[in-house]
């Protein structure tokens, strides 16, 4: 079955660092969905990506589609200890129906 | 009100109980999901709702019952459930129809379950 797998599983990085999150999908997507998932929380829609190649920025964070609609990435740019969580992404599997990530966790160290 | 409310927070149940699990939402959205998650993993499909008909279910054990009263409400009734089903289950909710939020799913806080 099409699955959706994320790299790297788990990151530590110090407050002000970089952090990327890369996804891949054994299938081409028609869209791909980012959440974010706090400590205890629920997941929190982010954004959504529909075309191929297509960037989009919200304040310090980079979203990538791949060309091919398989792989996307989500960039945070200098993190903050508010950047603490897991960040999925979800690719469209049918009308409906998302198939989430593996997930990647983000420790934020002060 | 861009909220999905769900009760209980948690509940703890016998193998041979009988419980439900209770989602609400006032956005309009016409489409509502039930998704189980374990500790450290990602959400799972269970079940989805469009214009209060199942469209979706992911072959998911009989044990576990979803009903959509209205377009508002969504239920998930429990019975006979295993241990290896504690987890959490969280609803969400989307637009049915395309448009620029087509799709962006709203989750509730979700039902912390303990099955003994």
């Known amino acids: 079955g099409q699955q959706v797998m994320q790299i790297p599983q788990y990151q530590h990085v110090q407050e002000g660092e970089d952090f990327t999150t890369y996804c891949n999908s054994s299938?081409?997507?028609?869209?791909i969905q980012w959440y974010k998932q706090r400590p205890g929380g629920h997941p929190v829609f982010l954004i959504q990506?529909?075309?191929?190649?297509e960037v989009k920025k919200q304040k310090r964070l980079t979203f990538q589609f791949g060309e091919a609609k398989k792989n996307s990435s989500l960039h945070i740019t200098a993190t903050q200890t508010t950047d603490v969580g897991t960040y999925f992404c979800?690719?469209?599997?049918?009308?409906?129906?998302?198939?989430f990530g593996t997930g990647t966790r983000l420790k934020v160290l002060a | 009100d861009t909220e999905v409310t769900q009760t209980p927070k948690h509940l703890v149940m016998g193998m041979t109980n009988k419980k439900s699990l209770k989602c609400e939402q006032h956005?309009?959205?016409?489409?509502m999901y039930w998704y189980k998650q374990k500790a450290k993993k990602p959400p799972e499909l269970m079940f989805v709702?469009?214009?209060?008909?199942?469209?979706i279910n992911e072959s998911v054990p009989s044990r576990f019952s979803p009903e959509c009263p209205n377009s508002s409400l969504l239920n998930l009734h429990l019975h006979a459930l295993q241990p290896e089903d504690s987890a959490l289950y969280l609803c969400?909710?989307?637009?049915?129809?395309?448009?620029?939020?087509?799709?962006?799913?709203?989750f509730g806080p979700g039902t912390r379950l303990t099955v003994l």
């Open positions: 969400a909710s989307s637009q049915a129809e395309r448009g620029p939020s087509y799709n962006e799913q709203f």
């Open positions: 299938t081409t997507l028609s869209n």
């Open positions: 990506l529909v075309k191929s190649g």
């Open positions: 979800a690719g469209q599997a049918g009308t409906y129906k998302y198939i």
């Open positions: 956005m309009g959205h016409r489409a």
């Open positions: 709702y469009s214009y209060e008909k199942l469209s």
